[in-house]
């Protein structure tokens, strides 16, 4: 299971990179079903996952044997709190409403998890702990990156050859029930669609 977090969360990030260089066909599909399958993965899966137990393995009692029930529940607790920060990545990426507030909630409730693996970690040096911690530590640092990343700035990089439509979306940001300033930013979506 391990693989494939890893190579859902290298596709999920090389997809928003080139997104936010190139326009491809449904590329928010693409980025969407692989975030929501990487927040199942860790939401459904994560009591194996962060215990490094394989997937074949998941169902046989003598792969939890040594595994205590505190920690079971907390690397449950744990796989929560990723599943919401990956979809909250999502959102701000996407720049969908309330993004930043979960984006927020996802790193506040991380920050006491990373204290306690670093605690556990440095009482017993355990090899589930180490890869624990450095998976924290990555998602919580594209999450914060994400976090102070404006909405603005994400348009502004993934609409860069279009400015007009840049324009109209931030209009409507600024007045977001102003249904004229929706009908001039789909019209101008439309003129964008079709030049490309």
């Known amino acids: 299971m391990k693989q494939t977090e890893l190579i859902i969360g290298i596709g999920i990030v090389l997809l928003m990179v080139v997104r936010l260089n190139v326009m491809y066909p449904y590329a928010s599909l693409l980025i969407t079903i692989l975030t929501l399958v990487l927040a199942m993965l860790y939401s459904v899966f994560s009591f194996g996952l962060l215990n490094q137990i394989r997937f074949r ?3 046989k009692k003598e792969s939890y044997k040594g595994i205590s029930t505190l920690r079971l529940i907390g ?3 744990t796989g ?5 920060i990956s979809i909250s990545i999502l959102f701000k990426f996407q720049r969908w409403p309330y993004s930043s507030i979960n984006l927020l909630i996802g790193l506040v ?3 006491p998890i990373i204290g306690v693996v670093i605690i556990k970690y440095s009482q017993h040096k355990n090899k589930m702990y180490s890869a624990l911690l450095v998976r924290l530590s990555i998602i919580f640092a594209m999450g ?4 102070f990343t404006k909405s603005e ?3 502004e990089m993934t609409y860069r050859d279009f400015p007009e439509y840049i324009d109209a979306v931030k209009n409507e940001m600024k007045d977001p ?3 004229e300033l929706r009908q001039i930013t789909n019209e101008v979506r439309l ?3 079709a030049a490309r």
């Open 191 to 193: 003129k964008m669609d």
């Open 80 to 84: 929560f709190v990723l599943s919401i």
């Open 177 to 179: 029930d102003n249904l």
């Open 109 to 111: 409730s991380i920050v």
């Open 75 to 77: 690397t449950i607790g």
């Open 57 to 59: 393995n998941l169902l």
């Open 144 to 147: 914060l990156l994400l976090y």
């Open 153 to 155: 700035t994400i348009l």
